[in-house]
DNA sequence: ATTTTCATATTGTAAGACAACCTGTCAAGA
DNA sequence: TCTTGACAGGTTGTCTTACAATATGAAAAT
């Protein structure tokens, strides 16, 4: 029993709302936020804003341009390509983590995430979609039991939700993405690390993929 | 020929000579920051401070307390562990892909810096050693052109200097190590990266260890 | 049309102020 | 003696105000 009582700095609620705003697609790469803006959205003082912003700053969320501001990043190809790099070291370590120590809880709402999603991509609610891969893959990290990996992790995914929300968008690539969760779901729930871990591996490989090809596509059009 | 003006925020300078001085071993584990005197020490206002502290709190350089100000974090066995588990998935990587890249000039400033280490390790000295380590590293990271790559193993090897330089401290240890980073040199100077992931793992692996028996022997003490 | 100038908006930084909170000390009461 | 309560000092959390420095875009001049 935690009776514990946590007030929460204002600085700290500030980075998560922004947070959220961000990798909930609220705000979009290349969105400047004006400071002035920020604090009256927030309610917050601008000193305050402003170590938020440092704080997202220092994950990437945001770029401060000196003189300018902060600005939503917009990843280049190849800065996709480096994080993908290192989601595929990390996340399928977290898998086969996840697969021996999971709780039987954590499985049922990885399976509930999962559910979630398919409904999402059947309704082609992207927004549920992102909320349903990240409720996913909160349970796998959290499992793990290895709190840097999640840390990084969470870091990293937080900064990929955009792409992976183009990427989705892409013909056929939701359902096949469904089916990849399901698959290391199902090595988790067995409790197959060796065979979790293959799976992540092909299913951040695939989401690569994707995401590489909806740059392509970007450049087409554009 | 580069003519660009750089100015630098405060804030940045702020926020490197802090990171210079927590790893350079300056501040120690458990040190607190109280903000007037770091103002004093750094010549800037407490708002510009503050925003530094949330920066460097992101790169988990230091640790915020709620209404007691940022302290140097004390690592525990296990979150040392977890780094070294981290590093020990991205550096060999980082060194395979260094071995496939790096230029004749980093190759040499690396040499430069192993025979730095050895000197060092020669006069026992611990802040030489790890300058010259930290050197060592700039260089493979640098050069495996891998930006994320770099960035990550940066912020974690920062983490964990204070840890290498208990551990280098250790019989042996310093000179064990010397020859590992002659091995990880010599298969990078090679352009063989299968034989530089196997050193840079043996070498990440043998640190570990090292860091762990520090912890072991430091219990035994206290 | 190109360059220059200038006004506006925004960020960078500082200073001052005060409430909230933690810590340790000391006295009062059980 | 031990616990509790109160108090003082130090420190952080937050806001307000202020102003200099810089970028942006539009108007003016060449």
């Known amino acids: 029993m935690d009776l514990r009582v946590?007030?929460?700095?204002?600085?700290?609620?500030?980075?998560?709302?922004?947070r959220e705003a961000i990798t909930s697609g609220f705000f979009r790469p290349g969105d400047r936020l004006v400071e002035t803006e920020m604090c009256t959205m927030l309610g917050i003082s601008r000193p305050s804003l402003r170590e938020a912003l440092?704080?997202?700053?220092?994950?990437?969320l945001i770029t401060i341009v000196p003189n300018r501001g902060p600005i939503?990043?917009?990843?280049?190809?190849?800065?996709?390509?480096?994080l993908y790099d290192v989601r595929m070291m990390l996340e399928p370590e977290a898998c086969a983590l996840s697969a021996s120590r999971a709780s039987e809880a954590a499985?049922?709402?990885?399976?509930?995430?999962?559910?979630?999603?398919?409904?999402?991509?059947k309704s082609e609610d992207a927004a549920s979609q992102i909320k349903a891969t990240r409720s996913f893959y909160d349970q796998i990290l959290s499992s793990c039991g290895h709190r840097l990996i999640e840390e990084m992790l969470n870091t990293l995914l937080a900064r990929v939700t955009f792409l992976r929300m183009k990427s989705m968008s892409l013909a056929g690539r939701a359902e096949k993405s469904s089916q990849e969760m399901w698959a290391i779901l199902k090595h988790i729930s067995a409790g197959n690390p060796a065979a979790?871990?293959?799976?992540?591996?092909?299913?951040?490989k695939k989401a690569c993929e994707a995401a590489m090809l909806a740059y392509e596509k970007n450049e087409a059009t554009s």
Chains 1, 2 share one sequence.
């Open 107 to 121: 499985i049922n709402a990885m399976r509930e995430a999962l559910r979630a999603f398919d409904v999402a991509v």
């Open 6 to 18: 946590s007030t929460q700095s204002v600085q700290a609620v500030a980075v998560r709302n922004m």
């Open 196 to 204: 979790a871990r293959t799976a992540a591996v092909r299913h951040v």
């Open 54 to 60: 440092r704080s997202l700053e220092a994950e990437k």
């Open 72 to 82: 939503i990043p917009i990843l280049t190809a190849e800065e996709a390509r480096e």
